[in-house]
């Protein structure tokens, strides 16, 4: 891979990042941010490119960086579950929770008990 092609998939996680904390407007973030537009390469290319390397699909990506940010919500806020979903970009505490169970093993609300008071139920 060279330098070249390396650029755009760093530009892409940037702006990635800055839109995890964005509501979803209805279609998914990576058509929003204009791919083409971001990285001059085909939705196909990167993702391809994309994966390659970062280890991620862009999605997946996305649901990563979300999970990890309620997180950090989680251990210093006391905002309800429901808040905290729509703050990183979920559009419904259902799918907030299936994500981050399938991602860390646990539910917000138990992941949050188990950091603030140091045990799980």
């Known amino acids: 891979m ?5 650029q755009p998939i760093c530009i892409m996680q940037q702006e990635i990042g800055t839109l995890v904390l964005r509501k ?10 204009g791919i ?19 280890g991620y699909r862009p999605h997946e990506y996305l649901l990563h960086q979300r999970v ?23 559009r419904a505490q259902a799918h907030f929770s299936t994500v981050f ?12 008990r188990s950091v603030v008071w140091g045990r799980a139920d």
């Open 36 to 54: 083409k537009y971001v990285a001059g390469l085909s939705k196909m290319h990167f993702a391809a490119q994309f994966r390659a390397a970062t």
């Open 24 to 33: 979803p407007s209805g279609k998914s973030n990576c058509d929003r941010i």
């Open 101 to 112: 169970k399938r991602l860390t093993g646990e539910t917000p609300g138990r992941w949050r």
């Open 68 to 90: 990890e940010r309620a997180k950090a919500m989680l251990s210093s806020l006391e905002m309800p579950l429901v808040e905290v979903a729509l703050s990183v970009g979920f």
């Open 2 to 6: 060279t330098q070249h092609s390396r």
